[in-house]
């Protein structure tokens, strides 16, 4: 079996992933997620409360890790009404081998793991400790360094959060706008390394979609 570390995975330190879950009514579902691994055979998740993964991981005690490095996919599952009927399409998946879970088709690799253990990692976020069931890795090709496809990533990561924070109290909003600068340094990356991409449209599609927040948000006060 692939080990962890051969995917890049360090103890204590968090790598950046897709986890993949069934909801309530058997519908498959996923959503960017950090993970921390602890050995080779367990691994940490921490979902906020609020996310559907917390309640599906709750209901189900297992999930699909999906190790990938594609700025679409995350965007994709982050931001679900990105999608084509604002739903993540089911062609995206299948069925998990070891768990009771789906798995991207389009992951570069993907760990299998059941839940032993359920805690709290503050009072937004829990923490799940899972036991890892099997890993298995595409036999994909390296790929050059490319800062467009990470700041990509980073903006995506930073937008899930000014959405929920615009909403919040006075010193949450100062944080969201720390946020959105950081975005606009993202923004700035992928304009010049790499222009007229479908990287530079996330970024105007997430541009857009912060307008919106900020306008609702302003409508609300
Ligand atoms: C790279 C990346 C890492 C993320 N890590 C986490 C995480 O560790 N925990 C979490 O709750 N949300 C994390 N998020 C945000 C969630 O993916 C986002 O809120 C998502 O919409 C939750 O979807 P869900 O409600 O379907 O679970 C991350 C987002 C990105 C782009």
Redesign the pocket.
């Known amino acids: 079996m692939t080990n962890l570390y051969d995917l890049g995975f360090l103890e204590g330190i968090i790598g950046?992933t897709i986890v993949s879950t069934y909801d309530v009514d058997g519908q498959a579902?996923?959503?960017?997620?950090?993970i921390v691994v602890e050995s080779n055979e367990r691994l940490r998740?921490?979902?906020?409360t609020?996310?559907?993964?917390?309640k599906n991981l709750q209901a189900n005690r297992c999930a699909v890790v999906n190790v990938t490095s594609n700025p679409e996919l995350?965007y994709l599952?982050?931001?679900?009404e990105s999608n084509t009927n604002r739903k993540l399409s089911l062609e995206l998946f299948e069925k998990a081998e070891m768990v009771d879970a789906p798995r991207l088709l389009a992951a570069d690799a993907i760990i299998e793991v059941l839940v032993a253990e359920t805690g709290s990692f503050s009072p937004e976020?829990a923490e799940f400790l899972c036991n890892v069931q099997l890993v298995k890795a595409s036999k994909a090709l390296p790929t050059v360094y490319c800062r467009a496809q990470f700041a990509t990533?980073e903006a995506?990561?930073h937008a899930?959060?000014i959405k929920p924070f615009l909403r919040g109290n006075k010193q949450e909003q100062k944080h969201a706008f720390r946020l959105l600068e950081l975005v606009n340094v993202c923004k700035d990356v992928v304009n010049r390394t790499a222009p007229n991409s479908r990287y530079s449209e996330i970024m105007a599609e997430l541009h857009q979609r912060i307008s919106l927040w900020k306008n609702e948000s302003e409508s609300l006060r």
Do not use: D, H, N, V
């Open positions: 950046e579902t996923a959503a960017p997620m950090g998740i921490r979902p906020y609020s996310s559907l993964t917390y995350f599952t982050a931001f679900k976020r990533i995506i990561i899930t959060r």
